[in-house]
């Protein structure tokens, strides 16, 4: 059972349902296999965990604000101490309403038997796709049924709508138990770049340092990775989703780390860009200042006032100002911003929200334009320069060089709060940590 509120989570949704007159779906997901039948440690649906705080698979989650006896309905599966055995303890349908504080509980068989019926006196169904799959039938044919039982002046669901109005939008303003959460993810993360910060050194394999960050989280009680850690030495930072971590750190080479841990499924993300000697060469600290410039002028903007791409603006202005004073681009800002000729060396954007998830839900824009940042979002910000090995349009000496630094940035009605700030950023304080 995970630590979450999940009641005010189910009330507050419910609110919004009703104002909506639609019911809500919700489904937990089920174990994926990593081969044959070798399961991965099973984690629901954040969207689950949210309304639930249950962390059991195969169960699904059922609001209806216009219900006559209950508004919240979970199915999930019943005990069975055979199959108990093999697979872990269940919680049981005769417990559920009292653990979870839901209003029902029912059998998961039941689940699209009973659906229809309970769907009628709802005009829409809030629910997520999974892209054509079984479950989409089984919902659109629960939809189907729905509408020929209905009874004379009854209204059922004639649509279905995705999340992101209701849900996510909620999902994405952070109440202060979920910051909490997010606080001590961060705090987690932190302590573990430092320790492998301070563990680092030549001919070590890229996954020492992957193993050192899972054993100071995993030891204090995360719940686990928010994401697979990258560890990347050298030109391997060029690859954005490296996570192979199987090459030795070179002297002269940096590293970097991007790693983020659970707390209570709450996650982090932090990526720090460090020498694997404890000392930057002059080119290694050039660009990494430019990093570092356009990382605090972001976070900078991360307040009331400023929309979400104003962030990511805000650091391609120094990037870009940065890249041709060092002679890597040419032109203006504006000719290279136009012709977006620095995507050769900076080709991702700047943030992402987090939550429960690592890249969390929440829309980007409203009426095709960048939402306005409110208090209790939490985005990341993370530039970073990427010169690939074989690029012989810029010099040798930048050559091979990449170099991400990222922090979680919880937006106030005042000044950013920076949740991940426990790990240094500044050079010197890095080749302090390290010497
Ligand atoms: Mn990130």
């Not at 009641?7 to 937990?28: I, P, Q, T, W």
């Not at 965990?49 to 006559?68: I, K």
């Not at 969390?360 to 095709?368: K, V």
Request: include cysteine.
């Amino acid at each position: 059972m995970a630590d979450i509120d999940a009641g005010a989570h189910r009330r507050a949704l419910l609110e919004r349902l009703a104002e909506e007159n639609a019911a809500c779906l919700v489904f937990s997901g089920s174990p994926a296999f990593r081969n044959a039948d070798s399961e991965y440690r099973f984690r629901p649906t954040s969207d689950f965990l949210y309304l639930t705080g249950f962390t059991e698979p195969d169960t699904a989650l059922l609001l209806v604000p216009n219900g006559e006896e209950a508004k919240s309905i979970l199915f999930l599966r019943e005990r069975d101490p055979k199959a108990e055995v093999w697979t872990g303890r269940r919680l049981g349908v005769e417990r559920a309403v009292e653990a979870l504080g839901v209003d029902d509980a029912r059998p998961v068989d039941a689940l699209f038997e009973d659906l229809p019926k309970l769907l009628a006196g709802h005009e829409a169904l809030v629910y997520e796709s999974d892209g054509g799959g079984a479950r989409d039938r089984d919902v659109l044919d629960a939809l189907a049924r729905a509408r020929s039982a209905r009874r004379r002046g009854e209204a059922s669901p004639s649509a279905w709508i995705e999340p992101e109005a209701t849900l996510h939008e909620l999902r994405l303003r952070k109440d202060e138990a979920e910051l909490e959460a997010m606080r001590r993810a961060a705090a987690l993360t932190t302590d573990a770049h430092r320790a492998a910060m301070r563990a680092a050194k030549p001919g070590m394999l890229e996954m020492e340092l992957e193993a050192r960050i899972e054993f100071e989280c995993r030891s204090k009680g995360s719940t686990g990775p928010a994401y697979t850690t990258i560890v990347a030495g050298g030109a391997n930072a060029c690859i954005l989703h490296y996570v192979e971590n199987d090459a030795r750190l070179e002297d002269g080479d940096l590293v970097l780390i991007d790693a983020g841990y659970e707390w209570n499924y709450h996650a982090s993300d932090v990526t720090r860009t460090f020498p694997v000697n404890g000392r930057f060469s002059p080119e290694q600290r050039t660009l990494y200042d430019l990093v570092l410039a356009a990382q605090h002028a972001a976070i900078a903007r991360c307040h009331v006032g400023s929309s979400f791409d104003d962030v990511h603006d805000a650091a391609l202005d120094v990037l870009v100002d940065g890249l041709i004073e060092h002679g890597l681009l040419g032109g203006t800002r504006e000719e290279a911003i136009e012709s977006e000729s620095y995507r050769r060396f900076y080709m991702h954007r700047t943030s992402h929200w987090i939550g429960l998830d690592v890249h969390d839900c929440g829309a980007y824009y409203r009426d095709g334009e960048s939402r306005p940042l409110e208090p209790g979002m939490v985005l990341t910000v993370e530039p970073g320069l990427y010169v690939a090995e074989d690029d012989d349009t810029v010099e040798e000496r930048w050559r091979g060089i990449g170099i991400r630094i990222e922090d979680d940035v919880h937006v106030t009605g005042g000044d950013p709060e920076v949740l991940t700030a426990a790990v240094p950023t500044d050079p010197d304080e890095i080749e302090a940590l390290m010497a």
